[in-house]
Every structure is written in C-alpha cells, then in structure tokens.
C-alpha cells in the first residue's frame, strides 16, 4: 500500500498522546475561576464513568493509563471523522 | 473551558441544546453537499489531532493552564460547516467517554467551543486573507489573530451562560474568564499558525481544496 500524506499526519498525532502525561495538571481557566470565586463547590458529578479525566479503571499506573486513554480517544475520532466524512462527501462529484 | 454539570441552569441547557442541534443539522447538509473525496481523510486527521492536542494542556499565567482548541484551524481547512461536525464529535466524545465537559452542558459546551469560536476565526480570517489580497502570509495573520479570538470568544460566551444561569455574577465571570483567556489564545494562536504553515509548506493543494 502506497503511503498517503495522512499515514504520517496520524502517526505524529499518535505521537502527541505519549506527550499526554507531560501535560500541566494545573487547573483550566474555568476551574481557575470557579475554585477562585467559591462556585467550584456547585460541580455535580457525573452520572456514569467510563474513562473520567482521562484515566483508565484497573491500570494503577497514571502515565500508562493517560497514554492509553489518549490512544483510545484519538483513535476512535479519527474513526468517526473519517466514517462521517465517507457518509457525507458529495455523491455527485466528478 | 469545559463545563462541567452543575454551572448552567435548565434553560440555558435546553436553549444551548436547542440551538446547538440546529446548527448541527445545517453543518451535516452543507458538508453533504460541498465535502469532496480527496477531503476525507483530513476530516479524520482533523478529528484525531484536535482530540490529542486538547488533552495537552499548557501553563499559562497565576496557576492556570490551557489548552489548544483547533475550531480556528479545522474552520480554515475544511471551511466553517464541516468545522462544526469536527468540533461537535470531539466534544461528544471527551463528554460520552471522558467525561471532560458535563453531560446537561454539552449543547452549551458545543455551542462555545465547536460553533461561536468556529465562525467568529472564519469570518476573522476570511476578512483579513480578503483585506490583504490573500497571499500565504495573509492566510497566517488572518489565521493567528482569528485563532486568538475564538478562544476568547468562547470564554466569553461560556462566562454569559454561567451568570445568566446565577452560577457567578456577570461582573466577576466576566472579566475572569476573559480575562486568562486572552493569555490562553495566544497558544491557540501559535499552533494555529505552525500547524497552518506546515500543511502550507508540504500540502498547499489541501487548501485550496477548501469550499467556501
């Protein structure tokens, strides 16, 4: 198979996930505010899990489980961007 | 700027919901009827690399980080439309799977994020790219100072529905969540810009394909 420009956009993507862990835990700029203004309290938690603040239930190991949520994550939207964009493109092109 | 649950009433959900799946609506008919093939897989590229850049977040002034958005740079590559689709199924899924942004705010988070900051960085770069008689460097002024305002855009109209749902004053929300975002967008704006001269520099022929 002929290599496309987008085999190696995705791999440097992929790439980018094992950065993932290195990234500032410090809060964002919403969180700043609220934690700043006293309304941090009023956060309800969500009613179902699945991989909360990128973690991964039962992988101990926070770098690991970030790096593989990361994975997951990019993984499955580049499947949907790519599976909406083949369902949508414009049938009648010549 | 994710909203979690909690911060926005019922009908600042409902309204953001209502208006978010309208927009929605427009975005999958006009993207059926200008996406061609060759744009199929920067549509996925787009998706994966917004996703994995957003989970990179970067220090920024008095303890607070940011991190990138991408509404600018999928709005510039793909058009605003098909930017809107990109922006909407990275935030349907860090709120479905993640559980980054809360579940009653996602029409609110979809709204800020994946529909305000993608038309307010088109419109901006397209009239600057127009101004400047469009040439490359047009395209990444156009691009940076159009990247930086959606990011402020969007802390701005996540601050609205936070005071209009009586979660924070208007006085205080305001100009906080303004204010750390105008240091926020100029990291939008850097990547912005580097990512837009890299496909400038490799792939021109991808932007031109773009539709307006």
Known sequence: MKLKWWHGALAIILFLCILAPLASSLPDGLER??????????????????????????????????????????????????GLAKLLKNKHET | MHIPDGFIDVPVAVTTFVVTVGAIACAVKTTNHNLGEKQVPMMGVLAAFIFAAQMLNFPVVGGTSGHFLGAALAAILLGPWTAVLIMSSVLVVQCLVFQDGGLLALGANILNMGIISVFVSYYIYKGIYTLLKGNKAARL???????????????????????????????????????????????????????????????????ELQVA
């Open chain 1, 33 to 82: 505010v609220a934690e700043d203004h006293g309304f941090d309290s009023k956060i309800h938690d969500p009613t179902f899990r699945i991989f909360p603040d990128y973690s991964i239930t039962g992988i101990d190991n926070e770098v690991l489980a970030t790096i593989l949520a990361g994975l997951i994550g990019t993984i499955l939207l580049f499947g949907i961007g790519f």
């Open chain 2, 141 to 207: 002024i156009g691009a940076g100072i159009g990247a930086w305002f959606s990011v402020v855009a969007s802390a701005t109209a996540c601050a609205i529905e936070i005071a209009i749902s009586g979660t924070s004053p208007w006085e205080i929300a305001i100009p906080a969540m303004t204010g750390i975002h105008i240091f926020v967008g100029i990291g939008e704006s850097l990547i912005t810009v580097a990512v837009l001269s890299l496909v400038l520099v490799t792939r021109p022929d991808l932007l």
